[in-house]
């Protein structure tokens, strides 16, 4: 498994086996969160600051390709889910 710590913040989780690298996401984020992984055969999207995510979900409506996920505010239902679903994997 890649390293969680540049896909996921509080509230958006990436993937990035979906990133077409078009960064849409990286442009709309209000708040720096989002950066490019852009060299030699490696182009997606990363997560540059996570504690500056606030769960506008701008970056959510922007990705043509779906590859970012809202889990819903900390704590809530949603977000546990997410927890157990990864658990199992
Ligand atoms: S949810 Fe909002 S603040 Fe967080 S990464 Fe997406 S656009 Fe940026
Ligand atoms: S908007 Fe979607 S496809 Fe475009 S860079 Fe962001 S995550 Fe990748």
């Known amino acids: 498994?890649?390293?969680r710590r540049h896909m996921i913040t509080k509230y958006i989780e990436i993937n990035t086996r979906l990133c077409e690298a078009c960064w849409k996401c990286?442009?709309?984020c209000p708040n720096g969160?989002?950066?490019?992984?852009?060299?030699?055969?490696h182009h997606h999207v990363k997560i540059e600051h996570a504690?500056?995510?606030?769960g506008c979900k701008k970056c959510v409506r922007a990705c043509p390709n779906e590859a970012i996920f809202y889990l819903g505010k900390p704590g809530s239902l949603e977000v546990k889910r997410e927890k157990a679903v990864n658990l199992r994997l």
């Not at 504690?51 to 606030?54: D, G, L, R, S, V």
């Open 1 to 3: 498994m890649k390293n």
């Open 51 to 54: 504690e500056a995510c606030k």
């Open 33 to 41: 969160v989002l950066g490019k992984i852009d060299f030699f055969g």
């Open 26 to 28: 990286v442009e709309i």
